[in-house]
């Protein structure tokens, strides 16, 4: 075979190959663009959390600034979509107070929530012996004192989206929820801790995704 021929044999190759390149380029643009217009035309709304209620079964702090907590929270979460499914893949719960994490990670079991679905849960937040800042471990001292205490309930975990039979890719979900808690009625003259009371908290959550 001569060099030219060779050279005729090696440029229609990759002209095919190129035409293969270019058709599957084009191919992906046209499935881009058909997931974009009907995700527009969903118009996908992230999910509504609200903490319900809180529960404390226990809270100590004591040296060298240790806090061992134990609480039980409810919280709701509802998909406002009338056409999508949301899948919670992993959710991870935990309690922070002024911006510092008091509590281990309590995990929520994968779920699907379905259009216009609601899901509560109502996992147990605790810790034992977790070291906090010294000027956290004062203030919490101090909030203990006065009958109340101001944490933020995180969530934070990934989901995915379900159109009909499609379903994304994950997603990171952030869930903040403030949550005001009484030790009890200070009226009373009870002091310290009182355990196994409800508070009903109905706090918006505000969610991130």
């Keep these: 075979m001569s060099v030219k021929q060779c050279h005729h044999h090696g440029g229609k190759k990759r002209k095919i190959i190129k035409r293969i390149l270019i058709g599957l380029g084009i191919l992906a643009i046209i499935v881009l663009l058909i997931f974009f217009i009907t ?3 969903l118009q996908p709304k992230k999910p509504r959390f609200v903490l319900q209620d809180a529960t404390i079964y226990g809270f100590n702090v004591s040296a060298p600034i240790l806090l061992s ?3 039980q ?3 709701s979460s509802r998909n406002p979509n009338s056409k999508i499914g949301v899948y919670y893949d992993k959710l991870e719960v935990f309690a922070t107070y002024h911006s510092q994490q008091i509590t281990y990670f309590t995990v929520i079991q994968p779920v699907y929530q ?8 109502s996992p147990f937040v605790y810790g034992t012996n977790v070291p906090v800042a010294p000027y956290n471990g004062a203030a919490l001292s101090q909030d203990q004192s006065n009958g109340a205490i101001g944490l933020v309930i995180k969530i934070n975990g990934r989901v995915r989206w379900k159109v009909g039979s499609f379903i994304s890719g994950r997603y990171h979900i952030h869930v903040t929820c403030p ?3 009484p030790f ?7 002091a310290g801790v009182v355990t196994g009371v409800k508070y009903q908290l109905a706090r918006k959550c505000s969610v991130s995704v």
């Design 69 to 71: 907590s134990n609480f």
């Design 184 to 190: 009890g009625n200070r009226n009373s003259g009870i």
């Design 39 to 41: 995700w527009a035309i």
């Design 114 to 121: 379905g259009h216009k679905d609601t899901n509560i849960w």
């Design 73 to 75: 929270v409810t919280v």
């Design 179 to 181: 949550a005001y808690i």
